[in-house]
């Protein structure tokens, strides 16, 4: 690691000299962020490994082909990345549908998931060779950890039967095909961890119709071996519960286990221990704050804390790094990234993890915790801070909460909006709906800002990264009070004139919120967007995968005695009340929200002759990963608020509507 911070701004275009900039009605200024540059500068990571105590650094991220492709690239000392998979080799699982972080690296051996069968591979001098057999997409699975000097990992693996189980397994790496299920007394199994003597291995458990941002289990075991194969012995279970989230274990030492739990009401560290049972208010917290120092896993592998050497603790609190001692004393870890994502890993002081800020894309980081030096390992292109929208933190109180609110402005050097007046704006809401907005840049937020719009995101109630208390209000109350705080958010920002018009849009469980928020009768929206959008709760519980499968149960209620609050929170129950236009994107494979739900919505508009557009890709899942994919959603999605706002977008035409509408105010004919 470098001795001193690197200048990662040195990569980066300086800011435009200020000069007079001519007003131009918003929507119609020239940008050069066309949805192509943004889709393809796109960047998505997925895990990353330390070695030789920072001297090799190993990392997944999506390659430029525009396949989504996913590969895993290695960097030693101040070498140059070199990437580690052959190309026919695509780093991605397909399990809980969202996958996570499914390699890791033995010695020089590299063992990854493929996304196209699902086997696990090892792969050597770049020739892979699978370790599992092919189960036909059957069996699929993530988070690989090694049993050192054993011959065999340990993972999670999905099994899909008759009906969907989970285990904690153990793989050989001879390629014998061999696979041993070391756990299977629970529905949900993650996060396994081996201790550093590989004599104990922790892992996370948990039930349906729980999710794990409800309550987990902290398991740990002694991990034996009988005739060459491994087994489980003394499991122990705490802590952890039905309303207990316990996270990310990892090893302080061979007897003490670090998790992330928010029995405090927020996520906070605590240390296990694991040779005696635990005492009334063990484990106490590390550092108790109201910070959250976990994240909903969503994905595999996420976790916001790594230890140390010395039983100091690495952790991102509130979306800052601390470095935290022994005594619970945290010290801020001095740097220009205002949001690190859920990939971190650690060999002795250094820390390697993606890191970001407001005006910063996603980087590759490695901080050298005995100093406070960073570096940037890898970045992909940095934004102009000319054309970058610096977020404006807002509360807003809706009568069901204080709801945090980013409102990014209209950002251009080049143009600015006539005298007096307020922008158009776009509406975010968040999918989950146990999420929230990223805080960090985003080439789509800067694709609408950049052309004078401004752009709203809204952490409804629900949305996780303040506090259980707030995670936990929207149960028994999604398709109300998400739509509630949106709705008036919305008029606070038009009472205040803040923006002139505003259109929402919304992914997956977001979607949901955009068609019910359309429907209401105090709808402030000229317009919305649905991406995947839920639209039919009981087809949704259902169809949608396993993973999923119960959710409903705490944010709804439990079929079937709770029916009419299903049909009640279905947008399809309501599209007869909706009059403003609906772009409907979906993916044609898409695992999570079937897109036959899509097409309801669409023939339903049709009835009612609203005007709409449903735009479905193939080769495209939950959640887009190829750049042509998102760049003509993107252009789909300007071309609409043009019709919606009356603008039009020089470099994308209107997007044409079925039935056809009237032309809005000032809508070009």
């Not at 086997?119 to 370790?131: F, K, N, Q, T």
């Not at 259902?542 to 149960?553: N, V």
Request: hydrophobic fraction near 40%; proline fraction near 10%; aromatic fraction near 8%.
């Amino acid at each position: 690691m470098p001795s001193r911070p690197a200048d990662a701004a040195a990569s980066r275009p300086a800011r435009a000299p200020r000069t007079a900039r001519p007003a131009m009605p918003p929507g119609a200024w020239p940008s050069p962020l066309t949805a192509a540059a943004v889709a393809t500068g796109q960047v998505r990571y997925g895990g990353v490994v330390v070695r030789d105590r920072g001297d090799t650094v190993w990392w997944a991220q999506t390659t430029p082909d525009g396949t989504g492709r996913m590969s895993v690239f290695r960097r030693d000392r101040e070498g140059p990345a070199r990437e580690m998979l052959p190309h026919r080799i695509d780093a991605r699982t397909r399990l809980h549908e969202y996958g996570g972080q499914c390699w890791t690296v033995i010695g020089e051996t590299l063992v990854t998931s493929d996304f196209a069968d699902q086997r696990l591979y090892r792969v050597d001098d770049g020739v892979a060779a699978p370790l599992t057999a092919d189960s036909g997409l059957a069996d699929r699975y993530a988070q690989p950890a090694a049993l050192p000097g054993t011959g065999w990992i340990v993972c999670v693996a999905e099994r899909h039967r008759d009906r969907v189980t989970h285990a904690l397994v153990a793989v050989a790496l001879d390629g014998s095909g061999a696979v041993v299920d070391l756990w299977t007394g629970s529905d949900f199994v993650a996060a396994p961890a081996v201790s550093p003597d590989g004599r104990r291995i922790a892992f996370l458990t948990w039930d349906h119709p729980r999710m794990p941002w409800d309550g987990t289990m902290l398991r740990t075991a002694a991990l034996t071996f009988d005739q060459g194969r491994p087994a489980l012995h003394a499991v122990t279970a705490g802590p952890g519960g039905p309303e207990e989230s316990v996270l990310a274990p990892s090893w302080m030492d061979d007897d003490t286990v670090c998790v992330a739990t928010d029995r405090s009401g927020w996520w906070n560290l605590a240390a296990v221990p694991v040779t005696r049972p635990l005492t009334a208010g063990e484990p106490a917290p590390m550092w108790p704050a109201p910070r959250e120092c976990g994240v909903p896993l969503w994905q595999l592998g996420f976790r916001n804390h790594v230890s140390l050497p010395e039983g100091r603790t690495f952790v991102v609190g509130g979306g800052r790094p601390y470095l935290l001692a022994p005594d619970g004393t945290a010290t801020p870890i001095e740097c220009p990234f205002t949001t690190w994502l859920p990939w971190l890993d650690a060999d002795g002081d250094t820390v390697v993890g993606v890191a970001a800020a407001d005006d910063r894309a996603p980087s590759l980081v490695g901080v050298d915790t005995a100093t406070g030096a960073w570096t940037v390992l890898t970045a992909p292109p940095q934004p102009d801070p000319a054309w970058t929208p610096r977020p404006r933190r807002l509360t807003v109180r809706t009568g069901t909460a204080d709801v945090p609110v980013h409102f990014h402005p209209p950002t251009a050097p080049r143009h600015r909006l006539p005298d007096h007046a307020a922008p158009p704006a776009v509406m975010w809401v968040h999918g989950g709906p146990t999420a929230s907005f990223p805080q960090h840049y985003q080439g789509e937020v800067a694709y609408f800002t950049s052309r004078g719009l401004a752009f709203v995101a809204v952490d409804y109630t629900g949305s996780s990264g303040h506090g259980r208390r707030y995670r936990t209000a929207l149960r028994g109350r999604w398709g109300d009070a998400d739509v509630t705080d949106c709705i008036a958010v919305a008029h606070d920002l038009l009472e205040r004139r803040r923006v002139s018009r505003i259109a929402i849009r919304g992914i997956s469980a977001g979607g949901l919120t955009v068609l019910l928020a359309l429907a209401r009768p105090d709808s402030p929206f000229v317009g919305g967007v649905s991406y995947a959008g839920v639209a039919d709760l009981g087809n949704f519980a259902r169809r949608t995968h396993d993973f999923e499968s119960r959710y409903l149960e705490g944010l709804i209620g439990r079929l079937p005695g709770d029916r009419a609050a299903y049909l009640d929170r279905s947008p399809l129950s309501h599209l007869g009340a909706v009059t403003r236009p609906v772009l409907l994107l979906h993916g044609q494979d898409d695992p999570v929200v079937p897109l036959e739900q899509a097409h309801a919505v669409a023939r339903a508009l049709t009835a009612e002759r609203v005007p709409h557009k449903l735009l479905t890709f193939a080769g495209e899942g939950h959640i887009f990963s190829r750049p042509a994919t998102i760049a003509a959603a993107l252009e789909a999605e300007l071309g609409f608020y043009g019709r919606l706002f009356g603008f039009d977008p020089p470099d994308v035409p209107h997007l044409p509507l079925t039935p056809v509408p009237a032309p809005a105010a000032g809508d070009p004919e």
